[in-house]
């Protein structure tokens, strides 16, 4: 290494920082929001889920980083799906052994996190042509970026459909109608069609802050 | 019969891959910009559904299972390989994708025109994998119930991304609020498309 970088540089600092408003995985690249949204009717799945795949791409990112100048061009596709279920396959036990109904929840969405594209964009796209440490802040970083737009949905989904954050109640029994109240969840927001069009409209508001992002 | 007939109603139109599960968002948000690209996608997702869910159907019963070895011998009947089924199901994705490639470009290049760029995709499809996670979650009973579980995502699949595509080539003649434009709108559009087909739910059918 010719040029000695600090840790925490402002370089690394942005990749990290830049998943989060501008080159935002979800709402920006269009990235793995295959097994995003099914798992966002309550917070705590979600920010599980978050969590999970932020483990699973930054570590993935990691180790193909550190192996990105001995794969075959040719094979690296399989390579790749190769580490990235291993790792998977840790975070599943890990769920299983330590928080087991949440991992109940999760079901098959775990094992999705395989076929998520974002773990193999960020491989393609930045791993295989980056040092390991950038590579890992990179990959955390969209992990976490990901994740953040898993918890406002399921944080809209949640508050709106069960009136409870967390399992907590928020909206207090006496207001429902059947405790002689006037207010009702919305139903709608625990069925899946209220995640698209929660999606909908975070990229909306999201673009209209942000106008770099608008589409032509 | 009746069973089969079931399973693959259920899995076009209740369970549906995209409006219920959200599986295969991004090739379905990539491809569905015409009809035709979509509908060459989808035929190539039946395919391929078709062929993985019943041959993970199978080692999955006979390799992978809780006291799925016990035909090796008795001593194996104790061994769980359950956790090793992510790794086996994307590698014989990955497998078979690459095999039918060239199965397809060997004998009927015609169809390889059309589909081959697409079959590279289907190895990472979310909705792929997917089915095979669901297939092993729901334990169905025979190789024929796989089957026609996987034929119906697949269906169902491409039923949504056709639709979409089309209703899209429509939406490029309407005003769209700028940041709403693309994706956006597309969302949307994709929810309320995913209401309409809730109007299914609850679909059985006998036959006498």
């Known amino acids: ?216 | 019969m009746e069973n089969f007939i079931n399973i693959f109603v259920q899995s076009v139109f209740i369970n549906n891959m995209i409006f219920a599960y959200f599986l295969g968002m991004c090739s379905f948000l990539a491809v569905s910009r015409k009809v035709s690209t979509a509908m060459g996608l989808g035929i190539a997702v039946i395919f391929v559904l078709m062929i993985t869910v019943p041959v993970n159907y199978l080692i999955n019963k006979y390799l992978l299972q809780e006291g799925a070895l016990s035909w090796f011998g008795d001593e194996y009947r104790d061994i769980d390989l359950g956790f090793l089924s992510f790794i086996v199901f994307i590698a014989v994705i990955a497998w078979i994708v690459q095999v039918l490639e060239m199965i397809v470009e060997k004998f009927t290049p015609a169809l390889y025109n059309q589909l081959g760029i697409f079959l590279p995709l289907i190895a990472v499809n979310c909705a792929v994998m997917g089915a095979s996670l669901f297939m092993q979650e729901r334990e169905y009973s025979s190789v024929a119930e796989a089957s026609s579980f996987g034929l119906g995502s697949g269906t169902g699949w491409m039923l949504a991304i056709v639709g979409i595509a089309a209703i899209r080539e429509k939406m490029s003649y309407s005003k769209v609020p700028p940041a709403l434009k693309g994706l956006g709108i597309t969302f949307i559009v994709t929810g309320l498309m995913a209401i309409a087909f809730m109007s299914f739910s609850g679909i059985e059918i006998k036959i006498d």
């Open chain 1, 1 to 216: 290494m010719s040029e000695k970088e600090p840790l925490f540089s402002a370089k690394n600092l942005k990749l990290f920082t830049d998943p989060f408003n501008a080159g935002n995985p979800i709402t920006v690249l269009v990235l793995g929001i295959c097994s995003a949204l099914a798992v966002t009717v309550k917070l705590q799945p979600a920010i599980v889920m978050g969590l999970s795949v932020t483990v699973v791409t930054g570590f993935s990112s990691f180790i193909i980083s550190l192996l990105r100048n001995t794969i075959p061009n040719r094979i690296r596709i399989i390579v790749q799906l190769v580490v990235v279920a291993a790792l998977v396959i840790l975070v599943d036990q890990l769920l299983k052994a330590y928080v087991y109904e949440v991992s109940k929840q999760l079901s098959v969405f775990v094992g999705l996190i395989i076929t998520n594209c974002i773990i193999m964009g960020r491989i393609e796209a930045f791993a295989l042509g980056n040092k390991p440490f950038p590579s890992l802040i990179d990959g955390f970083g969209n992990g976490a970026g990901y994740g953040m737009i898993l918890v406002i949905v399921a944080f809209f989904r949640e508050l709106l459909g069960s009136g409870s954050l967390f399992g907590i109640r928020i909206v207090p029994e006496s207001f429902y109608v059947s405790a002689g109240g006037f207010y009702e969840n919305n139903g709608m927001m625990v069925l899946p069609p209220a995640a698209l069009i929660l999606l909908g409209v975070i990229i909306w508001v999201h673009r209209s802050v942000n106008n770099k992002l608008l589409e032509k």
